[in-house]
Nanobody
């Protein structure tokens, strides 16, 4: 089995910072891309940031310049440093990992964490 677990969410004032962490564990041969998504009560799921197996990054325009995604390949972990937070950043943040299970089987599967709540409010 594969477990993907996020942590680091919480309540923060506008302009503040949070650092989200995500670690994948279990039957893992390798991980391709990892990323962060967020979802509001309006059921809009938004890609926030991704980082590929070779370190290439992508950011949504709404977070560009404020958020930084990074990765620890040895720990199967991905992080999201969130600075200059705004109320509109309030959401449940989900970690995603594209995981290859076997040295023989090349197919990758998407795994999701259960999410961590980020609330930006005065």
């Amino acid at each position: 089995q594969v477990q993907v677990v996020e942590s680091g969410g919480g309540l923060v004032q506008p302009g503040g910072s949070l650092r989200l962490s995500c670690a994948a564990s279990g039957s893992i041969f390798s991980i391709n891309a990892m990323g962060w998504y967020r979802q509001t009560p309006g059921k809009v799921r938004e890609l926030v940031a991704t980082i590929s197996s070779d370190g290439a990054t992508y950011y949504a325009d709404s977070v560009k310049g404020r958020f930084t995604i990074s990765r620890d390949y040895a720990k199967n972990a991905v992080y999201l440093q969130m600075n200059s937070l705004k109320p509109e950043d309030t959401a449940v943040y989900y970690c995603n990992a594209e995981i290859r299970h076997s040295a023989i089987a090349t197919m990758v599967y998407n795994y999701w964490g259960r999410g961590t709540q980020v609330t930006v409010s005065s």
